[in-house]
């Protein structure tokens, strides 16, 4: 692995590197709270036959990080990675997760002649989440940490005692004992880099998602239904003990994905990259046989 400092647009992105450049190229986009040197263990199984690129995101890791939350739009955060795609002069596979994935998606659906392939884990496509948010049912209950993160100064929170609010975060029901020892100590100096705290939690302050109270429903937003769908082939990997993202929040996918293969990994939950990178690998590459 090979990580170096590159311009996107002229602002400095750290970006990750596995494999021969000659192969064809994976797009790794990491969630919240990650950074691209999150997919290691997952690109150890796939640079044989991928030339695996993992950026850290705008306000990630050791990539730009502007101050404002209006830097933090899809929409930006979109262009960023078609620009880094775009400098590699062919269209690539995309693999998203968790936050990863509505980027994946939005290049999927706005920049499609730069994706050959999308690849969800544990991610979800804006209308059924919205959709399922709006319902004030199980994945508007699970999802209650959206609107307290976008309150002003959760970040402080976040940061306090070494982390351990964001460390529980997501630990309620899923096996986080990835996240220790020297890979806490990593994602720790990650975190612990000047304003990139801030910068993580205006990713959930800049989206335009409606999370409706359990047991309120709200009117589901109007969106922009025929620009939301995905012409590629499209694998959607997913852990099977997720809790903060259930599996109602991809239903009704295919509307939208005509070409989707779905693929459920047993004994891994929202962490699958960390927890089984094997077989998800195996299933990337069974799918791309």
Known sequence: MQGVMEQLDG?????????????????????????????????EHLCHRFHCIAPDQRGFGQSWAPEGIKYYTTSA?????????GSNGRPVTVLGHDWGSAV????????????????????????????????????SAASQYIPWLRQEGSEAELSANGFAKLQALFATHMDMSWLSGARLEAYATEWARPGRMRAMVNWYRASPLQVASPGQPIAMPTLPLERLRVPQPHLLLWGKDDTALLPEATEGLEVFA??????????????????????????ILDWRA
């Open 258 to 283: 005509p070409d989707l293969t779905r693929v459920t990994l047993p004994g891994c939950d929202h962490w699958l990259h960390h927890q089984k990178p094997a077989e998800m690998a195996r299933a």
């Open 11 to 43: 602002q400095p992105f750290f970006v990750r590197r596995w494999g021969d450049p000659a192969l064809p190229q994976l797009l790794m986009l990491h969630g919240f709270p990650e950074y691209g040197g999150a997919w290691q263990d997952l690109a």
């Open 104 to 139: 994946a998606y939005g290049l999927a659906m706005f920049k499609p002649q730069l994706v050959s392939h999308l690849v969800i884990a544990n991610g979800v496509h804006p209308v059924p989440f919205q959709r399922s948010l709006a319902q004030g049912g199980a994945q």
């Open 77 to 85: 955060l979109v262009a960023d990675m078609a620009a880094l795609i």
